[in-house]
């Protein structure tokens, strides 16, 4: 936040001379300077504010896009069950990080572990945060929730998704966003009680680890307990492709996903008004805010690229589902360093991060791991390159205006190998805790009976024995669906016959 300077009549008055009223007229010229300059405070704070909570309303949107998402890249006969598993996660994320979660991860003073104050939003707003920072940091914990619902989508019960995220948004992720983020953190770049991991901190600045990592492993432990969906593999061990029903879906969920990640890494400055040079007035904050959003944009787009190519020459087709999952691959990946490298930066930070999927997916085959939407693969192994590229390639330059002087940077730009070093025990002590809390979790639950669906369930369809009805009517290619009562449209095949009254390829069916 900006300070202005203040004004003393003591020291005005002199100025004035020997004039008659000199010190009631200093008086009131300090009062007229001291009603302004705390004119310009409310506005910088307004317009800080303002800032965050547009931020938020776009990282929120982002829920449309996984639930689009989502919806394209499963079955139709699950389109309804996986549209409501998003919408509890921003329920029953609002809750439980409303009562526990933004206390675990922000309530200081506290140690370095967890969070103890502000549980039920007491004491807030005060002079550190605002209800704006809450509303911005909850749409963050529902977002690693929804990563996670990916992974084990088209097979779970709906008891499972609600408890699995209340416990992840309420304890999980605030857990490891104290860690990095709060300024209690024990690998926080922003610490101020204590020392700095390595004299450095941990950047994650927007989150490859705290949010990408944590929802990326949490859908890892659920799948692979779980088990793969059926008929994903054959009996021989071959990958048999369950594909979604819907790129259109996908298409559009990824867009409103790119359009949120606008305010999911630029937002994440929290404020724009401040300014890092004063013989510069065009450089500051809203200078790097820009750069961030061009960075975020050249990482997606070149993952998008590679991905594009590298399928056509692996697979020898173009396939748009997996361009959009190469793109989101990108933005997972740099989220991290998306403030502190430079744009030519984020295009390695792209290409590999393609690489990395594309490898990550390869293994999932082999050992027959199932994610219908590559959540696990995308965000946990796209994140974890994220954080090694960021100790890699930040610039020493953004590290010192953001974060403080003197800090270590990227390994290949000459700042040593003390930010990369933090960087690696980040991504090792994440994937330990949430191994740790969420796969007993998930274990437990198998073992209660309240994990997956049952066979029938599944086979038909969650939509119509779990929820009432289709999302809309459809006849699935796999004919493991019943068609519903009333009219259902099929593909019309080619034919090289005439048509006829004998020969009528009609496109509805009773």
């Avoid at 359009?259 to 004063?278: A, E, H, Q």
């Avoid at 200078?287 to 692996?314: D, E, P, W």
């Avoid at 989220?335 to 990395?356: H, L, N, Q």
């Avoid at 010192?400 to 960087?423: F, S």
Wanted: a neutral charge; hydrophobic letters at 45%.
């Amino acid at each position: 936040m900006a300070s202005f300077p203040t004004c003393s009549s003591a020291e005005l008055t002199p100025l004035l001379g020997l004039a008659a009223n000199a010190t009631a007229a200093a008086d009131y010229i300090c009062n007229r300077f001291t009603a302004t300059s705390d004119k310009f405070t409310d506005t910088t704070y307004a317009i800080d504010n303002t800032y965050l909570l547009f931020s938020a309303y776009l990282v929120f949107a982002m829920q449309l896009g996984f639930a689009m998402l989502c919806a394209g890249s499963v079955r139709a006969k699950n389109t309804m069950n996986i549209m409501l598993t998003n919408v509890l996660d921003a329920a029953a994320g609002g809750l439980s990080y409303y009562i526990f979660g933004f206390a675990f991860a922000f309530g200081g003073p506290s140690n370095g572990f967890i969070g103890k104050h502000n549980f039920g939003l007491k004491s807030i707003p005060s002079a550190v945060y605002d209800y704006s920072f809450f509303l911005y940091q909850w749409a963050f914990a529902i977002a690693a929730a929804g990563i996670t619902s990916g992974s084990i989508a088209e097979r779970t019960q709906f008891v499972a998704y609600l408890i699995y995220s209340s416990f992840l948004t309420g304890f999980v992720y605030p857990i490891v966003s104290h860690w990095v983020w709060s300024s209690d953190g024990w690998a926080s770049a922003t610490r101020t009680s204590g020392s700095l991991l390595f004299g450095s901190g941990a950047i994650d600045f927007a989150g490859s680890g705290v949010v990408h990592m944590v929802g990326g492993i949490a859908g890892l432990w659920g799948a692979l307990i779980e088990g793969p969906r059926m008929g994903r593999f054959d009996r021989s061990g071959r990958s048999v492709a369950l594909r979604g029903h819907s790129a259109s879906l996908v298409v559009l969920g990824t867009f409103l996903l790119w359009f949120g990640w606008y305010g999911f890494n630029p937002g994440s400055f929290l404020t724009i008004s401040k300014s890092y040079d004063s013989s510069n007035g065009f450089y500051g904050q809203w200078s790097a805010v820009g750069r961030t959003a061009v960075t975020t944009t050249l990482a997606g787009c070149t993952a998008a690229l590679t991905t594009l190519f590298s399928k056509r020459l692996l697979v020898g087709h173009w396939n748009v589902t997996d361009v959009c999952n190469g793109l989101l691959g990108g933005f997972a990946a740099i989220t991290s360093g998306c403030a502190v490298v430079e744009p030519w930066a984020a295009i390695v930070c792209g290409f590999v991060a393609a690489w990395v999927l594309i490898g990550c997916n390869i293994l999932a085959e082999k050992f027959k791991y199932d994610d219908p939407l590559e959540a696990a693969q995308l965000h946990g192994g796209c994140g974890s390159w994220g954080l090694l590229f960021t100790g890699l390639f930040a610039k020493k330059k953004y590290v010192h205006e953001i974060y403080a002087t003197g800090r270590p940077y990227g390994l290949l730009m000459g700042g040593g190998g003390k930010l990369l070093a933090a960087q690696i025990i980040q991504i090792l002590v994440i994937f330990g805790w949430v191994s740790v809390t969420m796969a007993p979790l998930f274990y437990a639950l198998k073992k209660l009976n309240l994990l997956r669906v049952s066979k029938e369930d599944e086979m038909q369809g969650m939509d119509m024995t779990r929820h009432g009805g289709f999302a809309y009517i459809y006849h699935d290619e796999d004919g493991s669906s019943h068609p519903p009562l009333g009219f259902t449209m099929r593909k019309i095949e080619p034919s090289s016959a005439s048509p006829s009254p004998n020969n009528n390829t009609g496109n509805v069916v009773v």
